[in-house]
T-cell receptor, first 113, second 116 residues
Framework: GENVEQHPSTLSVQEGDSAVIKCTYSDSASNYFPWYKQELGKRPQLIIDIRSNVGEKKDQRIAVTLNKTAKHFSLHITETQPEDSAVYFCAAIFPGGYNKLIFGAGTRLAVHP | EPEVTQTPSHQVTQMGQEVILRCVPISNHLYFYWYRQILGQKVEFLVSFYNNEISEKSEIFDDQFSVERPDGSNFTLKIRSTKLEDSAMYFC??????????????FGSGTQLSVL
């Protein structure tokens, strides 16, 4: 079935450290993988995305890597800051033609000063 | 920057009552979605809508749920007879088109539904 697994569920780091969140997806035909950041009580905000024809993408302190063979993708945040504290969701589009996103269970990231 | 807007931001209702959640997608978008998020859990797909009809729906989207695009701008989610377990944050989203390079979904700020 359509499934996205995300680990860890919680992650606590010291300011300045790196954080890595990992996801796997079930359908090898999935071709688009966004990451969303959600602060308490707010909407999910797209922070970075990657398509299946690319192995890695960077945007300042954020990077995403994709391993299509393993059906695995990861979010890397370097030089973490307290304002990075939030819940992060990975997602994958499942084929069907209508951009249906299936989300992972989320990772609560806490960055301690 | 264009945004998806949702009203109301909070809705409190009694069990068994009908509720309508409203959304105004981004104006040139063609694909519309409802998602829900129970407190502390992940965002779950409910339904997608294109060309004035449902294109896909999840197991959650049973006969108590319906969607409608009553005019050129609004997109609504109706829950006919609310249950306690319908309490959640409901997010509307829209997308310009499908296909490579056009997959981005834009989410509204959500309606927090509380069923008492």
């Amino acid at each position: 079935g359509e499934n996205v697994e995300q680990h860890p569920s919680t992650l606590s780091v010291q300011e300045g450290d790196s954080a890595v969140i990992k996801c796997t997806y079930s359908d090898s035909a999935s071709n688009y993988f966004p990451w969303y950041k959600q602060e308490l009580g707010k909407r999910p905000q797209l922070i970075i995305d990657i398509r299946s024809n690319v192995g890695e993408k960077k945007d300042q302190r954020i990077a995403v890597t994709l391993n299509k063979t393993a059906k695995h993708f990861s979010l890397h945040i370097t030089e973490t800051q307290p304002e990075d504290s939030a819940v992060y969701f990975c997602a994958a589009i499942f084929p069907g033609g209508y951009n249906k996103l299936i989300f992972g269970a989320g990772t609560r990231l806490a960055v301690h000063p | 920057e264009p945004e998806v807007t949702q009203t109301p931001s909070h809705q409190v209702t009694q069990m068994g009552q009908e509720v309508i959640l409203r959304c105004v997608p981004i104006s040139n978008h063609l694909y519309f979605y409802w998602y829900r998020q129970i407190l502390g859990q992940k965002v779950e797909f409910l339904v997608s809508f294109y060309n004035n009809e449902i294109s896909e729906k999840s197991e959650i989207f049973d006969d108590q749920f319906s969607v409608e695009r009553p005019d050129g701008s609004n997109f609504t989610l109706k829950i006919r007879s609310t249950k306690l377990e319908d309490s959640a944050m409901y997010f509307c989203a829209s997308s310009d088109r499908t296909g490579t390079g056009n997959e981005k979904l834009f989410f509204g700020s959500g309606t927090q539904l509380s069923v008492l």
